[in-house]
């Protein structure tokens, strides 16, 4: 579908990336990886016609349809959001107009004249084509992606030009699928989503008949849809037949054997020298001492391994003892006009509880935030901090508060407590700002470099109860994985508005849903278990089939219910699930215990292989190392067949387990 041939990118002395060939095929969905500024944005422009190459070409047969996402600068007004998105089926608009246009001017003509005969004639004609568009799909279509992406219904006849930038990029995103171009390419989609949105693209994704390109932060996102990655780093591009996380395995591996096989030939190549330089003055010697060098000088070199960007491992200042309760709201009302927010609000944060906050936009979760943190009184009802509680909040808003006059590395410092001080460069570094961006003034930042020296700033300031909207929007992985690991750590308590599954699921142990029109409710568990306990909630309170569970846990307390079934069809469902889980469940789990066994024996056989690659015996015998290499590339396939097969058993045992109503 697209060629990529020997492209070359190059800025000035700095070559992002060379001799760069690869294929796009039907339905395929590739990820691009790599670091921020290694070249993934750049290469998305390139296959858009955005940006032209410095050299290669790029090939996609006649007539096939490009759509490309970029991650920021859309801005549309003077449009209802209606027409704007409309626009998406131009042609089938176009035709629908001009066949108005054309009945406006058949009325004023003599039904008995030929002008009027030949307009009636194109008219038909004109009907045919937008027949072949099927139209009357164009209404539901609109509104069916309208509502996945978050929009209401009263919004459709609102101008563009009151929409934020956030929502902007829903405008631009339904556009584009509704286009449903052959060939999508996605600069992070999910950046602007809230969790229940973000859901619904990941489902219209991973059925669109066309195929995705995606730049992603998102873990979660890149493993459950991508089946190609190809990563870019230091001005190369590599690719991996496997999604995000095989491409962070098999990336370690390739090094490790890379590394072996470059130590191997070194020495081989230092023993050979060795012999040159004993015996190049020996005249008996002479004829074996050219053999040499000319063998030498036929060995193709393998390049040095590139190092790893260094991994920065930091942990929060220690923070100050407090008491065991934290932070405690008591019968909390919050309304902005006629917008109820909450009232009746309860809610009591403990020492060392990690929470994560999720809902749709508007909900109330940054209010929720800064009455929690006492930046905004409640309405009605109490908030009270705990003894010694010192609290540290970091808002989307926060980087607009920073000094535009100082530098980055200057405010970053005056954060910092002296235990944190050491700390301040090297962190910098692990949050994108390397070398000389520590020294670049906080006024000519982007909105995203600020949000993050903001992130840096309250990092290093000693607080025990920690509060974060959005932190994860403007890092990249390894920025992730830093925060993420300290996070862990932490000793204190911590609050995170996230959509960010894969981040969050690790970390915290509580989920706290907002949504418009009801209390709060507090789900036991991480993001996981949250959005498949809501899901099986929401299904039961709908009348479906399911068995009876518990609702969970809210402010006000609430009891369970049945979701207004009877015995008999609770009977009836609780039958159909005991069929569900002995001929479709059972099986699968029964496979995934096999396929883990095979995993464990595949993953054995690679680390012996790999040992043994790096043996001396094995390095000193080229035709034993090509062997093992094979070998070991066997294996790895092996494991990256049955990697993918355990991703499918997994997400299907998860779907039945969630109809079920199971958990662990």
Known sequence: ??????????????????????????????????????????????????????????????????????????????????????????????????????????????????????????????????????????????????????????????????????????????????????????DEPTNHLDLDTQLWVEQYLVNYPGAILLISHDRTLLDMLCTRTIAFHHGRAEEYAGNFSYYERESVLRREILFKQYTAQQREIAESQRFIDRFRASANKATLVQSRIKLLAKVERIPAPEMDDAVVKFKFPAPPASGHSVAKLEGVAKSYGALNVFSGFDFDINKGEKIAIVGPNGAGKSTFCRIITAREAPDAGSHTFGHKVAPAFFSQNHSDELDPDLTVLETVVQSASRASMPHARSLLGSFLFRGDDVFKKVGVLSGGERSRVALVCMLLTPANFLILDEPTNHLDMQSQDVLQRALIDYPGSVLIVSHNRAFLDPLVGKTLEFRAGRQPLLYHGNISYYIEKSAADQALAAGRRAPARPTPTGSSGGSNNNGGLSRKDQRRAEADAREMRSKILRPREIELAALEIRVAELEAAQVTLTQHLSSDACAANPELLRDTSNAVEKVTHGLETSYSRWGELSAEIETLRAKLGLTE
């Not at 790599?34 to 790029?58: D, F, Q």
Request: glycine share 10%; net charge neutral.
């Open 1 to 186: 579908m697209i060629s990529v041939q020997s492209l070359r990118v190059e800025f000035g002395a700095r070559v992002l990336f060379n001799d760069l060939a690869f294929s796009v095929q039907p339905r395929e969905r590739i990820a691009f990886a790599g670091h921020n500024g290694a070249g993934k944005s750049t290469l998305m422009k390139c296959i858009a016609g955005i940006l032209p190459p410095s050299a290669g070409a790029i090939h996609a047969p006649k007539g096939t349809r490009i759509g490309y996402l970029p991650q920021e600068g859309i801005h549309v007004a003077g449009r209802s959001l209606w027409v704007e998105t409309e626009s998406a089926f131009g042609a089938a608009v176009a035709l629908r107009e001009k066949i108005e246009r054309l009945s406006r001017e058949l009325s004023k003509l003599d039904p008995r004249s030929s002008p009027y005969a030949e307009m009636l004639e194109e008219i038909g004609g004109l009907e045919l084509q937008l027949d072949a568009t099927n139209p009357e799909r164009m209404k539901p279509r609109i509104e069916s992606v309208l509502q996945g992406l978050g929009f209401q219904k009263s919004d459709f006849t609102r101008d563009c030009a009151e929409f934020s930038g956030g929502w902007q990029m829903r405008i631009a995103m339904a556009k584009l699928f509704l286009q449903e171009p052959e060939v999508m390419l996605l």
